[in-house]
C-alpha cells in the first residue's frame, strides 16, 4: 500500500461507512494526489489540534472513522520517525476509544 492509496482508503471508508466525507482532509491531499503528499500528512499527524479533532470524530461517529495515522502505524511510507511515532501514539488513543463504543 502506498501513502497516496491509505489516504483514498480514509476518503472512502469514512465516506462509505461513516457517511462522512472528510471535505477538508479530500481538499488538503487533493485525494492523495497533491505532489507533496507526505509533506502535507506529516503536517497534520504532527498538529497537535488533530488528536482533540480525532477525538471529537470518533464520539460523534461512535468510533467508526479511519484515519491516515492508523495505516501510518502499521506502514510507515518512509515518513519521518517522529511522524510515525506520533502516529502510532494516535492509533493507540484511537483504539481505545474504539473499545468503549464496541461494548
Do not use: H, W
Not at 480514509?10 to 477538508?24: D, F, K, L, M
Not at 487533493?30 to 499527524?45: C, K, M
Request: contains cysteine; glycine residues 6%; hydrophobic residues 40%.
Amino acid at each position: 500500500m502506498t501513502l497516496k492509496q491509505a489516504v483514498q482508503e480514509v476518503i472512502r471508508q469514512n465516506t462509505e461507512v461513516c457517511r462522512y466525507r472528510p471535505a477538508r482532509f479530500v481538499q488538503m491531499t487533493e485525494n492523495g494526489g497533491i505532489e507533496n503528499l507526505e509533506e502535507i500528512i506529516s503536517g497534520l499527524v504532527l498538529n497537535p489540534e488533530m488528536r482533540g479533532r480525532i477525538i471529537i470524530d470518533l464520539e460523534a461517529s461512535s468510533g467508526k472513522p479511519i484515519f491516515i495515522e492508523e495505516f501510518i502505524a502499521m506502514y510507515g511510507f518512509s515518513l519521518g520517525k517522529e511522524v510515525i511515532r506520533e502516529a502510532m501514539q494516535r492509533t493507540e488513543a484511537i483504539q481505545k476509544l474504539r473499545l468503549f463504543y464496541a461494548r
